[in-house]
């Protein structure tokens, strides 16, 4: 069994302590650590929301995928960021009201974070008022950057975006949305300046923006 195949099927029976040690073996072995991610992780919790969908798992099972995903993240984050500088600015991040979901978000951070920006989490389940607050405690923020995972939870993403649109500091800021239901189409319906589909590319959104 290669040792990817081996983090995936430790991710999927939520082996949260063994996993950790499985990615550092993979890493040992030279695999590169955007596959550790992507087939060992990513790919899985796909499986994962699948199983769930059709009924085979249940909360607790995704909830200790979920974790064990966590662990195994710990350790690739030194392989994946490449050390934040700052120099690019400030951005705040969030899972919107309602939502709960944050390793797509906790992913988008750390690599907008390897992008050269100080990124201001204010972790999962924000309110709009919370978000206008960090803004207001955080002036030289230049993104705002908005996670949803449920279809559910895209209109709180609207009432977020809409209200940082009527706010007075809107020309001062940028904003990106961006989770498994969001889509180019609806982050232009809400008027946010930018979506993307992944981590990586979230990054590389952040810097266009930021310097537009
Ligand atoms: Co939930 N869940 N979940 N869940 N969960 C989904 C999202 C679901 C699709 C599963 C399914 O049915 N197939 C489904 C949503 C269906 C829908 O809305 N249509 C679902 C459901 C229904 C629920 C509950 C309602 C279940 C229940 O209680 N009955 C409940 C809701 C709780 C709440 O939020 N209020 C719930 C709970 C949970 C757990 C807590 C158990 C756990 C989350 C733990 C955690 O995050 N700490 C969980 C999990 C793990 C999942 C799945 C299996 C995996 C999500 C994940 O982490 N994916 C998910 C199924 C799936 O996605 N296939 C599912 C890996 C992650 C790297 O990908 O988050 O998509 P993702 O992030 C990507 C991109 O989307 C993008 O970049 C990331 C990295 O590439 N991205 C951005 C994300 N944010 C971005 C922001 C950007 C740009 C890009 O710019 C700002």
Do not use: W
């Not at 500088?85 to 906790?106: C, R």
């Not at 993403?157 to 990106?176: G, P, Q």
């Amino acid at each position: 069994m290669s040792k990817i195949t081996e983090v995936a099927e430790l991710v999927e029976k939520g082996k949260a302590k063994l996993v950790g040690p499985a990615v550092q073996a993979a890493l040992d072995e030279g695999c590169d650590p955007m596959d550790i991610l992507n087939h060992g992780m990513i790919d899985t919790m796909t499986i994962v929301g699948e199983k769930f969908k059709n009924g085979e798992i249940f909360v607790p099972e995704m909830l200790v995928a979920a974790r064990a995903m966590k662990k195994g993240v710990e350790v690739l984050k030194p392989h994946l960021a490449s050390g934040s500088t700052g120099a690019n600015g400030k951005v705040i991040i969030a899972t919107v009201s309602g939502d709960l979901h944050d390793i797509g978000k906790n992913l988008v951070a750390m690599m907008i974070e390897s992008a050269g920006f100080e990124v201001v989490d204010l972790g999962v389940d924000v309110s709009t008022d919370k978000v206008i607050e960090a803004y207001k405690e955080n002036p030289d923020t230049k993104i705002i950057c908005l996670s949803a995972l449920l279809t559910t939870t895209m209109p709180a993403m609207k009432a977020t975006v809409t209200a940082l649109n009527e706010s007075d500091f809107r020309s001062n800021i940028k904003v990106m949305v961006g989770g498994a239901p969001i889509t180019q189409e609806f982050a232009d319906e809400i008027g946010a300046d930018g979506y993307s589909e992944d981590a990586a590319s979230a990054a590389s959104l952040a810097k266009r923006l930021a310097a537009a």
